[in-house]
């Protein structure tokens, strides 16, 4: 069965910013977390998958099809919740409701019904009144009423109190349990991540740094806290970056057992967070 998401080659350049061959694939029934730093590209690319941006080469299939060629059916199957709302703010959640569901072809009224009341959802409440956390549900309930298989999330828990921020997140969990559906997540909140995703894809400066599962890499990686002096020319080549000072160092190694090999219990090696991950492999704060 071909992925829900397949990017080969994906190239777009700006003014002072290049989006270099993108690759990167994700398969039903999961959550892929697209994580970097701001700046890095993940709204780009999410840009590009949409067709909102036109892509300079490279090739996108969705559901194993062409973006493009395919572009309208596709987006039948496509739920999109996005960190800029683009609803009519002077519109009720009622009103934008009957604009969009033409739209779909396999739009539900009784499964929209239910998600206004899933979500605690005012529908004669116009948009504009809403907080950032119901407009981001209320485009949840879009998106599984016209019964997506695909949900793009860019930043949508972003600004958002952590009540639903944790609320958001266990709608997501749910949805990955139909194993036909696949959400691929876009945030630098990597805290979220670490409770939903199955996959990490790490960019940087346009480029994928590191793409697998969450918890292989959280298992596989250490963070390794010890004394300078260990330093040797041979031991730093087993770490991504190092933080100095005058007490010691610290730093994130990709194998943490063969550290642990070399260094036994003259250092403290801890498991690491997504967070640090990215911080290290992105260079903020690392100094080898």
């Known amino acids: 069965m071909a992925p829900v998401l397949e990017i080969k080659g994906l190239q777009k350049k700006f003014s002072g910013f290049t989006l270099k061959d993108i690759n990167l694939s994700l398969d039903q029934g999961y959550i892929m977390g697209f994580i970097g730093p701001n700046g890095a590209g993940k709204s780009t690319t999410m840009k590009l998958i949409l067709n909102l941006l036109k892509k300079d080469r490279g090739e996108i299939k969705i559901f194993g099809r062409d973006h493009l ?18 609803f009519y703010e002077e519109l009720t959640v009622r009103e934008m409701k009957r604009i969009l569901s033409p739209f779909y072809r396999n739009w539900d009224e009784k499964v929209f019904s239910q998600y206004l009341k899933d979500f605690d959802l005012p529908p004669h409440q116009k948009i504009k009144s809403l907080s950032k956390g119901t407009k981001m549900k209320f485009s949840l309930a879009v998106a599984l009423s016209h019964q997506a298989d695909f949900f793009l999330m860019d930043e949508p828990t972003s600004g958002l109190d952590p009540v639903i921020r944790n609320e958001l997140l266990e709608i997501l969990s749910w949805i990955r349990q139909d194993e036909k559906k696949a959400v691929f997540f876009s945030t630098h909140i990597t805290s979220d991540l670490e409770k939903i995703a199955d996959y990490v894809t790490l960019i940087d400066q346009g480029e994928i740094v590191l793409s697998t599962g969450k918890d292989d890499l959280l298992e596989k990686y250490g963070l390794v806290r010890g004394g300078k002096e260990l330093l040797t020319g ?53 100094h080898a």
């Open 69 to 86: 060629k395919n572009e309208i059916e596709i987006k039948n199957r496509i739920g999109f919740v996005l960190d800029e709302n683009y």
């Open 234 to 286: 041979d031991v730093r080549t087993h770490f991504i970056g190092i933080k100095e000072n005058q007490f010691g160092f610290q730093g994130l190694v990709q194998d943490k057992q063969r550290v642990r090999q070399l260094l036994g219990d003259r250092v403290l090696i801890e498991k690491p967070t997504l967070e640090d991950v990215m911080l290290y492999y992105t260079r903020r704060g690392a």
